[in-house]
Nanobody
Framework: QVQLVESGGSLVQPGGSLRLSCAAS????????MAWYRQTPGKERELVAA???????NYADSVKGRFTISRDNAKNTVYLQMNNLKPEDTAVYYC??????????????WGQGTQVTVSS
């Protein structure tokens, strides 16, 4: 059983910063790519940022220059540093990761989500 638990969501004013964390636990051999997605009511879940096991990153155009994804492999944790937040960043943020759960088996898991609200 593998779990992803997010934390750090909150209400913040425009221009403010937040740091989201997502910790993985359970039975697995390794973690490949990790990512953050977000979703607002009535819209599809969208990729915000992703990071490979080697540290390569990619970002949605809407967050480039403002958000930074990082990971601590020793802690099985991925982070999302969000700066200069805008009202349009308001969403539920979800953590996603690919786990090696067997010799030749990989499984994808989602966290439960954490609410980020940007409002004055």
């Amino acid at each position: 059983q593998v779990q992803l638990v997010e934390s750090g969501g909150s209400l913040v004013q425009p221009g403010g910063s937040l740091r989201l964390s997502c910790a993985a636990s359970g039975r697995f051999f390794s973690i490949n790519a990790m990512a953050w997605y977000r979703q607002t009511p009535g819209k599809e879940r969208e990729l915000v940022a992703a990071i490979s096991s080697g540290g390569s990153t990619n970002y949605a155009d809407s967050v480039k220059g403002r958000f930074t994804i990082s990971r601590d492999n020793a802690k099985n944790t991925v982070y999302l540093q969000m700066n200069n937040l805008k009202p349009e960043d308001t969403a539920v943020y979800y953590c996603n990761a690919n786990f090696q759960t067997g010799t030749i088996r990989w499984n994808n898991y989602w966290g439960q989500g954490t609410q980020v609200t940007v409002s004055s």
